[in-house]
């Protein structure tokens, strides 16, 4: 059977990104047995997924730099999420002085017909997304940390990503003057 | 097809063509400093040696930046020289032309600066080096063999390099 979802893409191919997601999560649990490893390592493959992502969302959504974070925030949530896996997110919960706010996913294409076992709590199923986004910032100067609020999996209403801005990294000169 | 060798460590200068090959040199540069491509088709002098000749034209790319950002008259930030600036902010300059070369820049908000030489007579170059851009993307970045930060050795960026460098020049 052939559904096609709202952005045109056959959702076969959804599914079956869905499906490795899911193979992904599985034999790491297996391989580490500790949820918190599990953790740390989808973090972490989040990460190197994040650091090359970054060039590939400049290259094709054309976006100049961001003036501030919170345009960063805005644009992460309705460009970023929606190129790469169609959905999009909305950004609330901005801070007093605008270095931190929620991303919140009504939608979530990796957790399709995926349910946690009890065995399983404590795991952050979706803990690439976050790797990603903080690989991502960090090739554009910015250091953040990313944690998850809420998660539809561990019972919540909807998934709420944390994203704090840490610190700007500006580009330093690289060489040494001396020589 | 024939393509010129270019590699990053000491390029041999190549027999010249017959087809309007114009452009002279290209370098890839990431926001580290590390020149993760050079290469060259048309350069009869070399003064330098890579390394030396890498730093310079980063050094050189990085004070321009600076220096133009800081003296844009319709800015209204007061930035001191020498604070270092984010990629992509304030004003960016684009190229700069000399009565034998003409010099293009397209710096990403990554930090990834595509520098193109070519003759003085081309025009503007800012799409063909956003091409260029994709292009890394689609050869390098996605490619899994590809460490991040170092210096590129994928033959078929390099091709493809080179038959569009061919086309625009």
Redesign the interface.
Same mark, same amino acid.
């Given at each position: 059977m052939r559904r096609t979802s709202s952005d045109g893409r056959s959702s076969e191919n959804a599914e079956l990104f869905t499906l490795t997601y899911g193979a992904i999560v599985r034999q790491l649990l297996t391989d580490l047995e500790e949820v918190e490893e599990v953790n740390k390592q989808l973090d972490q493959m989040g990460y190197n997924i994040g650091i090359r992502l970054i060039d590939e969302f400049l290259a094709k959504s054309n976006v100049s730099r961001c003036v501030d974070f919170k345009e960063t925030a805005e644009v992460i949530a309705k460009v970023g999420f929606k190129m790469f896996l169609g959905v999009t997110a909305s950004v609330t919960n901005w801070d007093a002085d605008g270095t931190c706010c929620s991303i919140v996913l009504e939608d979530n294409p990796l957790v399709d017909f995926v349910e946690l076992p009890d065995t399983c709590q404590g795991l952050y199923y979706c803990n690439v997304l976050s790797g990603v986004i903080r690989g991502a910032l960090e090739m554009v100067s910015m250091k953040t940390e990313v944690t998850w609020l809420r998660d539809m999996l561990r019972g919540d209403d909807a998934y709420e990503l944390q994203v704090k801005l840490l610190k700007q990294v500006p580009e330093e000169y690289p060489y040494k003057d001396d020589e | 097809m024939q393509f010129f060798g270019g590699s990053e460590i000491s390029p041999s200068p190549p027999a010249p063509t017959a087809t309007g090959n114009n452009a002279h040199m290209m370098y890839v540069f990431n926001?580290? &400093?590390v020149c993760l491509l050079y290469r060259e088709w048309n350069r009869p002098l070399h003064t330098l040696n890579p390394q030396q000749d890498h730093?310079l034209m980063? &050094?050189l790319l990085?004070s321009l930046k600076s220096l133009t950002a800081k003296m844009d008259p319709t800015s209204a930030e007061k930035g001191n020289l020498g604070? $270092? %600036?984010? $990629? &992509? %902010?304030g004003c960016s300059f684009h190229s700069f032309r000399t009565n034998t070369y003409k010099l293009s820049f397209m710096e990403? $908000?990554?930090?990834?600066k595509i520098i193109l030489v070519t003759h003085p007579r081309t025009g503007d170059l800012r799409e063909s080096l956003?091409y260029i @851009?994709?292009l @890394?993307?689609e050869y390098v970045?996605?490619n899994p063999l590809y460490a $991040?930060g170092t210096p590129i050795r994928c033959e078929l960026f390099n091709t493809t390099l080179d038959q569009y460098v061919r086309s625009i020049a």
């Open positions: - | 926001r580290n &400093g730093k980063f &050094g990085f604070v $270092p %600036q984010l $990629p &992509g %902010q990403s $908000p990554s930090g990834i956003k @851009y994709n @890394y993307v970045v996605k $991040p």
